[in-house]
Structures are given as structure tokens and as C-alpha cells.
């Protein structure tokens, strides 16, 4: 995990939480998936050569050893039997951890927590990326920031979710489009439950799908898959046995959404669209 520093920068190791399968009390103690008084312990890391894990700038070395008075074997990252680094420990309790990275020994947390690329999140936005991320390193202002853009998207989402709300064949469309299943019996109060429960859950994702180009193509195949006006055969789609793509190409679903969307197809999809909204459409 490759770090710019440039002092001063406070970091912050903040616990991700998780759920914990079966715990839906939130008042249990492990809801979130830790203990309050639980707290990890993280060492310096060694590469398969037995070498510390220890990334570092000149610079950033020069200013650890002068700060705390070391030597540089202290840091000597190729000696296996380094007593400075084989005995430093590093606790962290769920509520985190506060560094100033001007501070010398801060910076030297900082630098070996951001070994732990397996455990630690390098930034918020990229917190989501493994399930192994059990905490993620805030610099300065970042948490403030994707916070703010959150509220942008969920401001939007809301927004479109209005719009959405006032089509039960949009609905239907867009909940297909998020991989739900759904049936013709579905009713329209439910349509609505559940987009307003995509919209909350993931406002980033709720955004994408609806402003997907291939919005209403992609939706109305799988439709016509669910209504079995369309046949899905090893993961390829026909209609009265023709494969719904272009000549050469296979026709799974995302090339089938783009072979509705040609203007030469719009016969085709007229027909398809009839046959399968009539079904989903109507009002219930």
C-alpha cells in the first residue's frame, strides 16, 4: 500500500462493522460483529522472505529515527532478529485509532498498519472491495467528504425513486434489472416496498441501474425469460427459436438487451414488449 506523506496529516483506523449471521438484536453485543472491549493487536508484518513488512520513504525513516532517539539497524527491515521491530505491538480498540502523522511514532504506526492491505482498507471508498476489511484508514477530512457525497446520491436517488414510483411497469423493469425475482402477481404496494428498499440500502447502486442505457431492454428479457416467452438456453436467450443477438455474436443477456435496442429490431421488441407487459403490467 503505497502512502504519500505530507505533514501534517491526521489519519484515523476506523472498525468497519459487519453483520453477524442469525444477530438481528441491536442491542447485542455483537451486532456489529465485535465486542466494545474487544481490541486487536497488530505486529510488523514479514514478507515469505522473513524480511519486515516496511514501507517507507528516506525521508519518512530518517524522521522516525530522530524523533525516537533510534538507530538505523532499529529499522533495518533485513534483519530477522531485529529486537525493535520483532517486539513492537500495536493495539487497536473497536473505536479506532487517532494518528498525527507528523508526530514520528505516529508515522511509524501508520506506516506498519498500512502493511495489513488483507485487513485495513487503504481509503473509504475502496472499504467494500475485500471481506477481509475489518478497518479502514481515514486521511483528514475523507470520512467528512464521502459522507457528503452519500447525501448527494441519496438526495438523487430519492429523486429518481419519486419518478420510479409512478410506473408499476418501471418498477417491475428495475427490480428484474436488480436481480430480484419477481412474479405477474406481484402487487404494486409491494413494487413499491421493495425499490424503496433498494434505493436505501444502495443509493449508488440504485442510481447505475436506472440510468442504465439498457435500462428497459435488459428488463424486458429477463421478463420475457421469467413469462417463458423467451427461452434461456445455457445461459443464451431465443425468441421463437431465434437467438436474440446479432449475427456471430452469443446471445446472453447483455448482447440480447443490445440487439432490442437497434433501431432494425424495433419490430421485435414492440412484440416482445406486448407479450410480456401485458402479463407484468397490469394494475394490482
Excluded: W
Aim: with cysteine; proline share 4%; aromatic share 8%.
Amino acid at each position: 500500500m503505497d502512502i504519500e506523506t505530507k505533514a501534517p496529516i491526521k489519519v484515523r483506523y476506523k472498525y468497519i462493522p459487519r453483520r453477524v449471521f442469525g444477530i438481528t438484536n441491536k442491542n447485542h453485543v455483537l451486532y456489529d460483529g465485535k465486542l466494545d472491549s474487544a481490541i486487536d493487536k497488530f505486529s510488523v508484518l514479514r514478507e515469505a522472505s522473513g524480511n519486515f513488512r516496511l514501507e517507507m520513504t528516506d525521508a519518512d525513516k530518517e524522521k522516525i529515527i530522530e524523533g525516537l532517539g533510534l538507530s538505523e539497524n532499529d529499522l533495518n527491515i533485513h534483519n530477522r532478529n531485529n529486537e525493535y521491530l520483532n517486539t513492537l505491538s500495536i493495539e487497536m480498540p473497536k473505536s479506532g485509532l487517532s494518528l498525527n502523522i507528523d508526530n514520528p511514532y505516529d508515522l511509524l504506526i501508520d506506516k506498519v498498519l498500512c502493511a495489513y492491505d488483507n485487513v485495513i482498507a487503504p481509503n473509504a471508498r475502496s472499504q467494500k472491495n475485500k471481506a477481509s476489511f475489518r478497518y479502514v484508514r481515514l486521511v483528514e477530512d475523507e470520512e467528512t467528504k464521502i459522507l457528503l457525497e452519500e447525501s448527494d446520491k441519496k438526495k438523487k436517488a430519492y429523486k429518481l425513486l419519486g419518478a420510479l414510483e409512478q410506473s408499476r411497469e418501471r418498477m417491475i423493469l428495475f427490480l428484474l434489472n436488480s436481480k430480484m425475482r419477481l412474479t405477474p402477481s406481484v402487487t404494486t404496494p409491494i413494487l413499491r416496498k421493495l425499490c424503496n428498499e433498494a434505493a436505501d440500502k444502495n443509493a449508488a447502486q440504485f442510481i447505475s441501474t436506472l440510468e442504465d442505457p439498457l435500462f428497459i431492454e435488459r428488463g424486458l428479457v429477463r421478463m420475457g425469460a421469467i413469462l417463458k416467452k423467451i427461452n434461456v438456453i445455457s445461459g443464451l436467450y431465443y425468441y421463437k427459436e431465434e437467438p436474440l443477438a446479432f449475427s456471430g455474436k452469443p446471445a446472453n443477456l447483455s448482447n440480447a438487451a443490445m440487439y432490442l435496442k437497434d433501431t432494425e429490431q424495433a419490430e421485435l421488441k414492440l412484440a416482445i414488449s406486448e407479450e410480456v407487459i401485458h402479463e407484468f403490467g397490469r394494475t394490482k
